[in-house]
């Protein structure tokens, strides 16, 4: 599945929970990923990577978000 910058930043941004286990979101500053409803603060877009599946996530490097 290809995911679509635009539309995952957009459900991010909102927090929008229909997007929960459909993507999840990598922050490469951070080395953390989350859920797109997650209640942390937005991150910019230049730092923000997303993966189908947390273990496609995980396999970046990436850990989970603790909230």
Not at 26 to 44: E, F, L, M
């Amino acid at each position: 599945m290809e995911l679509d910058f635009e539309r995952c930043y957009r459900a991010v941004d909102s927090r929008d929970q229909r997007f929960d286990g459909w993507f999840y979101t990598g922050v490469t500053s951070t080395g953390i990923y989350c859920r797109p409803s997650c209640p942390a603060t937005t991150p910019k877009r230049q730092n923000v990577r997303f993966f189908p599946s947390a273990a496609a996530a995980q396999g970046a490097g990436l850990r989970a978000c603790r909230r």
